[in-house]
């Protein structure tokens, strides 16, 4: 069997199952199509994973397949889309059976999970790259995008940070501790907010997903906003796991580590008040939006780092 | 400055710049927005192009940042559509200004050509590669596809095919002669058939872009349609320029080289002679589709090539 064969072998699949009733036609053709219904906008979102820069060597590819898939669609979320399908560009050195088949197995597991279907892509020879696109619609006009936070705003964050950079420091551990096992799931399988991002929409006045640091990734809202904000440092979520960490270390991954794929959303107090308590109960307050500029930490230890991790640079 | 904010300075203005107004929010956010007008389908198709592998190494970036785009906005000439926006995925080894700006202008000037707006991406560190995915629409259901071939129906290709796969013996020459000028700037320049694609809706019956080779490619929309073909080698389009390479050389080029960008389509006779002059004076009818499966070739010298290029297989 030659290497395009397999490769077709190890997608085909993630294209047939549960296609949705918008993509019209999938891989195969020179284009895919999607048809966006009525009183919808199409929402869309590039990232690229890069082997040695966003993933260590000689990954688990179950995993990668995973990862991938859960950090491009977090995106939608942070918009407050339905996902609908997405493509993948994966540049590869080699065509390994085992290793193809793990990476299927693991984005076709997320695909699933998630709710979207792979509507094309290009594999091409190279050094390990992944190019995942991401599709979704949202209500005309209804989008949640940065820019919207106003003064007096509460400033809210979903689940608990910190968890999936407190795993970068033994991502490699032979036999991880409970504690250990925890965040590491957190890093590996990361989930993102998709129901809850859709339950925002109509609520929330910007949202953001964090990827690259709470601080860092709240302080895009305030960009685009032009406000400013003052957190409650010591109401910051963590998980018990995390809590365990000495020091500061708890709080400063909190702030300021990326990968844990949770929301970070505004919403007046009167639409908090709107909110289901069930959508509450998901989020938890941690601040507010101020009309001055800058970002101030209330309640925190004096040595907390206040700057994001940052690739290279999300530009474009 | 840095490298975030050089990155943006270059590509910043390419966003900016006659955007559509189907993009209602483009780079600066989780995800663009972009509104399909009622009765109309998004099409979408993504190509991603690896340093050494799909261009040499020490590539002129204005080129680069050209090919790149019409590389993949080809895809939409093939399904008939009109291009609207694009994501750019760049995974770069350095912010070098000089490469980054010479690279933003050859893609900014291809975009204002095309008529095609950057809607958002990624930038990354790492080995040079890109991912470009293009969105065009087309009327509800009208995209051209390469299924629809029928027995009977009549081959025709746009332009003359050969001169791009000519351009890569001489690539590096010092100083190339007319012809060998005329036949690089079909490889560094390449024109997808935008219009051409638009004009043929509602007349083809099947169409795919020549990007691995004649053969190759028709061999695409025969098995997609499950259909056989016969071709007049000696009516396919060759430059005066080709024409001038020794022995069989150039038609070997002009049946099996890739990276010209011209569309191949099928038309039935009764929707050929509906076909309006102009559109008619842009293709030459080359075979017709037959009912019994396989790929035949009259009229051509016994030792022509019959397999395309690929590099390592477009596949899902």
Chains 1, 2 share one sequence.
Request: charged share 15%; proline share 5%.
């Amino acid at each position: 069997m030659g290497e395009f064969e397999l490769i077709r072998q190890f997608f085909q699949p993630l294209a047939a199952a549960g296609g949705s009733s918008q993509l019209l036609l999938g891989p195969g053709d020179d284009c895919a199509i999607q048809r966006v219904p009525p009183g919808r906008d199409l929402v869309f979102s590039v990232d690229t994973l890069v082997e040695g820069v966003h993933f260590p060597e000689r990954y688990s590819p179950f995993n990668l397949g995973w990862r991938s898939l859960a950090v491009a669609t977090s995106d939608l979320a942070a918009m407050g889309a339905a996902p609908v399908c997405f493509t993948l560009a994966l540049t590869l050195p080699e065509a390994n059976e085992d290793w193809l088949s793990d990476f299927a197995e693991g984005l076709a597991k997320a695909s699933a999970t998630f709710g979207i279907t792979l509507a094309g892509g290009d594999t091409t020879r190279g050094p390990l790259t992944l190019s995942l696109q991401v599709h979704g619609t949202v209500r005309e006009g209804e989008a949640l995008r940065r820019s919207g936070a106003a003064s007096g705003d509460l400033i809210c964050v979903s689940g608990t940070l910190g968890d999936a950079g407190a795993a970068l420091a033994f991502l490699d551990a032979p036999s991880p501790s409970d504690m250990e096992r925890a965040v590491l799931e957190q890093y590996h399988v990361p989930q993102p907010r998709l129901t809850l991002g859709q339950q925002l929409v109509g609520y929330a006045s910007a949202a953001i997903d964090v990827s690259d640091g709470l601080l860092a990734d709240l302080q895009h809202i305030l960009d685009a906003s032009n406000v400013g904000a003052r957190v409650q440092v010591n109401k910051v979520p963590m998980s018990a796991a995390l809590q365990n960490l000495e020091g500061n270390k708890a709080v400063n991954l909190a702030l300021t580590a990326g990968d844990d794929y949770q929301l970070c959303v505004t919403i007046a107090p009167e639409q908090w008040a709107r909110l289901p308590g069930s959508v509450q109960a998901e989020l938890t307050v941690i601040g507010q939006i101020e009309a001055s500029p800058g970002l101030r930490l209330d309640g925190g230890q004096k040595n907390v780092q206040t700057q994001g991790f940052d690739h290279f640079g999300r530009t474009v």
